[in-house]
Each structure stands twice: as structure tokens, then as C-alpha cells.
């Protein structure tokens, strides 16, 4: 049963540390997604790349976070400095096409927590 | 901006009734997914829709898709318990796999 898995579950950190959430994608899958969702604003997507190649980050702030693919089966969301604003859920989610469309298949998401 | 309105929010129901959810904009979607997201857990895709006019079962679950491809809805005969859970639509505008999602419908059933 192929998932998509992510580390950490939880985080809790202060604010300025580093926070780095990783993700493996479901092997095959050629895009993958990141995702941030809170109580306000729902479901939001931060980033997502296909082949391992960004092509669109427009939804991260930019200062602060940044989404990586060192390889086909690891993806990156770090951010730094964290800021109490940045607790939420966040997502990973991968996809792939099937008939025109895809489908995405989402983690279990990394519930970061900064006081 | 693309959005996609869910209604309603939230809904609270006893075991055994009907329901629907809908999920509409005034934009064309070249395909439309609903996910259910139970807490502490990622959404877990139920359905994709593509073609206008499409419906789609999946058990007690009834899904379809407007016939301007820009509204979906889900009807839920005869709801259980195991039911409940953030119910969420989300439209693939045709960008390469980019899904504007919902803000979700909370449905809780109770015994």
C-alpha cells in the first residue's frame, strides 16, 4: 500500500529556530506538493514541483521558507527563522498524471507548533 | 482568482438522514476531486470527476459534476457515524496538477 510519509509529526519549536519537515513522495509519482492548513485559512498550497524541477513557489514567503528536491525520493520545506505565525499543518502531497488529470495523494502532515 | 465556495460550513446530522454538500464557482474546471480529511490525518481522495454532467457512487456516497463543469455536489444517503470528517472539492485548473481547494464542509454525525 503505497503512502506518502512525512517527518516529523509534531514540532514544537521557539521562535527564530530552524524547522526543517521532510517528505517522501510516493515512488513513481513525478510531482509533488506542499501545503500549509490552518483553522483560518484552510488548505493552502506554499509550493510543488514536477520531476523534481520548482514550478511555482508563489504561495511561500518567501524570507523565510524554502521547498527543495534533493532527490526523486525526498522533499524539503524548512523555514528560517520560524515565527508563531508559521504554526499550522503542513502537507506534503504527491501526484501523478492519469488521463489528462492528476490526482494527489497526501501525507499525513507535520503539526508544527512555535511559541 | 479562481475560488471554489463549499456550503454549507458546517453540518451536524443523526445517523440515518441524508445530506448534501456543494461546491460551486464561476470558474470551468477540466476535472473536479473530492477528499476526506479525518482529524490528525491528511485528505484522502474519494472521487475525481472529469466530464460534465458525470455522477459517480462510491457506496451511500453520490458525486457529480455540473454540466458546465464549473459546480460538483456530494449526497450522502443515509449517514453513519463513520461519515464524519472535513469533507473538501477541489478544481484542477488545468496548470499542470494545481488544485484549488475548498474551504471545506465539517460534517459530524451523531448516533
Known amino acids: 500500500d503505497a503512502r506518502v510519509t512525512q517527518t516529523p509529526r509534531h514540532k514544537v519549536t521557539e521562535m527564530g529556530q530552524e524547522v526543517t519537515m521532510r517528505c517522501q513522495p510516493i515512488?513513481?509519482?513525478?510531482?509533488v506538493f506542499w501545503y500549509r492548513q490552518t483553522m483560518m485559512q484552510g488548505l493552502e498550497l506554499l509550493a510543488y514541483?514536477?520531476?523534481?524541477?520548482?514550478?511555482?513557489d508563489s504561495g511561500m514567503p518567501k524570507d523565510r521558507f524554502s521547498a527543495e528536491m534533493p532527490d526523486a525520493t525526498l522533499a524539503t520545506l524548512k523555514i528560517q527563522p520560524s515565527e508563531p505565525r508559521d504554526s499550522a499543518v503542513y502537507f506534503c502531497?504527491?501526484?501523478?498524471?492519469?488521463?489528462?488529470?492528476?490526482?494527489?495523494?497526501f501525507g499525513p502532515g507535520t503539526r508544527l507548533t512555535v511559541t | 482568482t479562481q475560488l471554489l465556495e463549499q456550503s454549507p460550513q458546517f453540518l451536524s446530522i443523526q445517523e440515518g438522514e441524508n445530506l448534501t454538500v456543494y461546491c460551486n464557482s464561476s470558474?470551468?474546471?477540466?476535472?473536479l476531486q473530492w477528499y476526506r480529511q479525518e482529524p490528525g490525518e491528511g485528505p484522502v481522495l474519494l472521487v475525481t470527476?472529469?466530464?460534465?454532467?458525470e455522477v459517480k457512487k462510491l457506496k451511500r456516497l453520490t458525486f457529480q459534476f455540473g454540466d458546465a463543469r464549473k459546480d460538483s455536489s456530494l449526497h450522502i444517503t443515509a449517514a453513519q457515524t463513520g461519515d464524519t470528517g472535513l469533507y473538501l472539492c477541489?478544481?484542477?485548473?488545468?496548470?499542470?496538477?494545481?488544485?484549488?481547494f475548498g474551504q471545506g464542509t465539517e460534517l459530524s454525525v451523531k448516533p
Open positions: 515512488l513513481g509519482h513525478n510531482t
Open positions: 477541489a478544481g484542477d485548473d488545468n496548470q499542470g496538477g494545481k488544485l484549488i
Open positions: 470558474s470551468v474546471f477540466s476535472s
Open positions: 470527476v472529469v466530464t460534465g454532467g
Open positions: 502531497a504527491s501526484g501523478h498524471p492519469r488521463g489528462g488529470f492528476y490526482e494527489q495523494y
Open positions: 514541483f514536477r520531476n523534481r524541477a520548482p514550478l511555482d
